[in-house]
Nanobody, 127 residues
């Protein structure tokens, strides 16, 4: 059973930056995709960015050019570099994981295909 632990959430002013991390424990094989989702109060959870087993990446339109996803496969750790943060980026950010050989970025951008979820890390952006 894979467990995910997010960190890096904080309160920042608009225009600021944050780096989120997600460590996956209990990974059997280095074949998986990972992704970030977020959920603001009163809103549905939405995909933010994801990275595939093949290194492919996928971004939601609202973060393109501002957020960068990456991973360190040796550490089973995924990162989300968040720049030019806006108040509307305020949300709980969740890490997602799905094992498998054919797990490209878009696989982990679909929450219906996610196998494991983290507990979340809060990002608050003030104006």
């Amino acid at each position: 059973q894979v467990t995910l632990m997010e960190s890096g959430g904080d309160s920042v002013h608009a225009g600021g930056s944050l780096r989120l991390s997600c460590v996956a424990s209990g990974v059997a094989e280095n074949l998986y995709c990972m992704g970030w989702f977020r959920q603001a109060p009163g809103k549905q959870r939405e995909a933010v960015a994801s990275i595939g087993n093949d290194g492919s990446t996928s971004y939601a339109d609202f973060v393109k050019g501002r957020f960068t996803i990456s991973k360190d496969s040796a550490k089973n750790t995924m990162y989300l570099e968040m720049d030019s943060l806006k108040p509307e980026d305020t949300a709980m950010y969740y890490c997602a994981f799905r094992p498998g050989y054919f797990t490209v970025a878009r696989t982990c951008a679909d929450q219906r295909l996610v196998n494991s979820w983290g507990q979340g890390t809060q990002v608050t952006v003030s104006s």
